[in-house]
DNA sequence: AACGGTATTGTTCATTTGAACGGGCGGTGT
DNA sequence: ACACCGCCCGTTCAAATGAACAATACCGTT
């Protein structure tokens, strides 16, 4: 039905009154004499014939459109993509740790479970993290140390240093993130510290987690956490990477292998139970396990610079 | 303070969530992990800082912006401003009926009471009315008729022939507008017939009058209601015209006249205390009474020509 | 370091708004 | 002419929104 002058005149007045000068529906409905339901009526047609014209200015450097893209093509809560100032890897991870945090303050306030894991990326992370002073928040670690059981530094410092900088309780897992065999595993668990803290860590708020790639020069490898010859394993069995040492293959279907039972921190299922997952990455050599891990829908939250949010939407 | 760019892209993001996405601020709140309320008060900023643009498209051929301007500047709830095909004031009159009954079926929804007074204006109203079957309806005479005793017409006429428009019940004055005392009023007025019906004009949902003016060809004069001696005086007292026989000056305060104890029909005051009087009148020669109308608040809605919305705005 | 002022946050509550439902009106076809 | 169908309207109710208030944290100053 087209409208005659008549209507669009009135459709105008209206659309004015109610979002140029404030009025509600029922005080236009008044003075013009028709109902309040009839004044919401008429709004919705004068948007739905755009007569009423919202615009949302796009800030200009800024990826706010990629960033919307990802997160309707990925069901993603939030996706933030930096522009990193150069290519170089160390400078990638570097820049991604202030946006990471930028997300982290948004929805921390001085209280509440973070969960972290562990990786290089996260590193940058926490060294971007400014200081707080929130006494009931927890940092507890999403999976066990990592690094030879003499050096097992890593995993607990990061969470460490996490919670020393928020000022927040630190919860940390006395115990390494891979063991020797499942028997090990499940004699660690009894114990209640580890797995109190375990349990802890899967009803966290917030968890903040690397994405990590089997390299044989990552740290992990290095580590010795992992030997090159369960890498291959894993490989072979289509594994792309990790979210804290859960592999997944590329389509985000967890890999099933031994190592799993081996593991002392959660599981994917357990991650994605976790009401908020942001997950840090970037750098070229990542596009493939990024992609993998949006498609398990492991994290709600990607931050990544903006030559891996561009692939990530190059084919449907 | 200013908006940092990190600030501004979540503005943005909200923004287009809310607006474009359609989503409540509820769901953005935990989407975006912070609270309802922040949301509303980011999407409050984004319109003031005019991220958020609204804009309402103005129709074309229309004296929309010119009918606000008129509705802010004298505080009416609705003003209708039509181009008369010519100014010949017999082509103005005929082309304000048809937008004058678009205001009366906007808020008449086959129920209420409608007053009309009297006028060569209404006349034209009066043919624009489609046939209606509103049998709830009531149409009143808002004073008595007007003419000389055995030509008792007009005034009833407009009423009557409203009323069968509409399918309406009429509530006819049976007397003249104008006695020839003050006593000949009070004792027409102890007559419950005649008291009955202006107490229910007083109390009608809308009025719809005509705005006079004396000059001495009007019918009002012609039918001999008023002597030309009287309007002398009244001009004498600065009367610029009438709305139902009632005179005031150009700043809208009515004018005292003995005249005034000889009218059957509402005073300014039982006018005022309508909901919603519609005034209709143009041409040239009325600007200045429909000015003052307009100052004396007198009525709510105006249906006039284009050339005298023009004059009403020139000068504060 | 203590203080006060300012800004920001969340809570509560009233208002505003839109969705679902049911009734009435007018138009249409037989 | 009558019945049927579809559209439009108002009512009711639940959801969404914004305002007022109080508490808290953060800032600069003394």
Not at 95 to 102: I, K, Q, R, S
Not at 222 to 243: C, F, P, S, T, Y
């Amino acid at each position: 039905m087209a409208i005659t002058g008549d209507q669009e005149r009135l459709l105008y007045k209206i659309a004015k009154a109610y979002y140029e000068d404030g009025f509600t529906q029922g005080q236009i409905g008044k003075r013009f004499g028709i109902s309040r339901i009839k004044v919401s009526r008429l709004l919705q047609q004068a948007r739905q014939e755009k007569l009423v014209q919202i615009t949302v200015i796009s800030p200009e450097d800024s990826h706010a459109d990629l960033e919307r893209e990802l997160e309707s093509t990925y069901g993603l809560d939030e996706a933030v993509v930096i522009s990193p100032s150069s290519a170089e890897k160390p400078v990638v991870t570097a820049e991604l740790g202030p946006a990471a945090v930028g997300c982290l303050l948004r929805c921390l306030q001085g209280d509440g479970v973070l969960s972290v894991s562990w990786g290089s990326t996260l590193l940058s992370v926490v060294d971007a993290v400014p200081v707080k002073h929130w006494p009931d928040m927890t940092v507890v670690q999403v999976m066990g140390g990592l690094g030879r059981p003499e050096a097992e530094v890593h995993g607990n410092d990061i969470a460490r240093r996490m919670a020393q900088a928020f000022g927040a309780r630190p919860r940390l897992i006395s115990a390494p993130g891979i063991v020797a065999s499942k028997m090990v595993r499940d004699s660690l668990l009894a114990d209640p510290q580890i797995s109190d803290t375990m349990a802890l860590s899967a009803k966290s708020d917030v968890a903040m987690v690397g994405i990590g790639v089997p390299v044989p020069d990552s740290v992990v490898m290095q580590a010795g956490a992992i030997l090159a010859e369960e890498v291959e394993q894993l490989k072979a069995r289509g594994a792309v990477g990790d979210v804290a040492l859960r592999f997944f293959d590329k389509d985000g279907q967890p890999i099933k292998h031994e190592i799993n039972d081996r593991i002392i921190g959660l599981d994917l299922d357990q991650i994605q139970r976790i009401p908020r997952v942001i997950g840090v990455a970037g750098g070229a050599e990542k596009f493939e396990v990024i992609r993998a891990a949006l498609r398990g829908k492991f994290i709600n939250v990607l931050v990544t610079d903006d030559r891996i949010a561009a692939r990530l939407l190059e084919k449907p």
